[in-house]
């Protein structure tokens, strides 16, 4: 009886998510980009975002000289929200209106070095939450018997996936870090081989000089006469 029960429910479920799946399954959206700002120039980036919704920026310089940034968060009014200088990392989360929202990353401070910047956008609560958000339970008949209830499935499959989204956000954001703390390695492990050909080369020229002078301390410098 359980195993027949649980057929049509499964069916309802399915239907009920292919109905509606942009409200049930799209509240939040994570995004993130890696791209390189050369020496001297400044990225500007827009995302469009909703009255009442959440955006959250996160940014980490990966891979440049002193591995730093400016940032600049402004909103569609043109009014700066946040404005940070030769910053190597950041997260920052604001509440939206309507509009086009623009986050520079400025390098125009250094002449020669460029940086590799990582950033990921997190979106909250980007979709509509008013427009016929319960259409789905017309979908449902004969249910009332039953002893879990879609909505409990609903917001099962809903936790698992934040879960999910969460998992994911994280793993992204340690690739970023470890990215970040292998370059810091490689250039480290650069300047250690370089110093260490230098003082080799010092070392070297040292002990020729010292055997030449020891040399000519020794040499007989009279003239034999005839």
């Given at each position: 009886m359980g195993e027949v029960a649980a057929l049509p429910l499964l069916l309802l479920l399915l239907?009920?998510?292919?109905?509606?799946?942009?409200?049930?399954?799209?509240q939040s959206v994570d995004n993130d980009f890696t791209f390189t700002l050369p020496a001297g120039r400044k990225e500007c980036f827009y995302q469009p975002m909703k009255k009442e919704a959440t955006l959250e920026i996160e940014y980490q310089v990966l891979?440049?000289?002193?591995?730093?940034?400016?940032?600049?968060?402004?909103?569609?009014?043109?009014?700066?929200?946040?404005?940070?200088?030769r910053q190597s990392d950041g997260v920052h989360t604001v509440e939206t209106v309507d509009g086009d929202y623009q986050f520079c990353f400025d390098n125009t401070f250094s002449r020669i070095y460029e940086?590799?910047?990582?950033?990921e956008l997190i979106l909250d609560h980007i979709t509509d939450e008013g427009t016929d958000q319960e259409d789905w339970k017309n979908y449902?008949?004969?249910?009332?018997?039953?002893?879990m209830k879609l909505e409990d499935i609903l917001e099962s499959i809903n936790g698992v996936k934040g879960r999910l989204s969460k998992s994911l956000q994280i793993q992204t954001l340690l690739k970023a870090f470890e990215a970040r703390d292998r370059n810091i390695q490689e250039s480290n492990c650069d300047r250690v081989n370089f110093w260490s050909i230098v003082n080799l080369v010092v070392m070297v020229t040292v002990s020729v000089i010292q055997v030449y002078m020891l040399r000519s301390l020794f040499e007989d410098k009279r003239k034999s006469r005839p």
């Open positions: 239907a009920s998510c292919t109905v509606r799946e942009s409200q049930a399954f799209s891979d440049g000289s002193s591995l730093d940034v400016d940032f600049t968060l402004i909103s569609p009014n043109g009014e700066v929200l946040i404005s940070e200088e940086k590799v910047i990582f950033f449902i008949i004969g249910t009332d018997m039953l002893d």
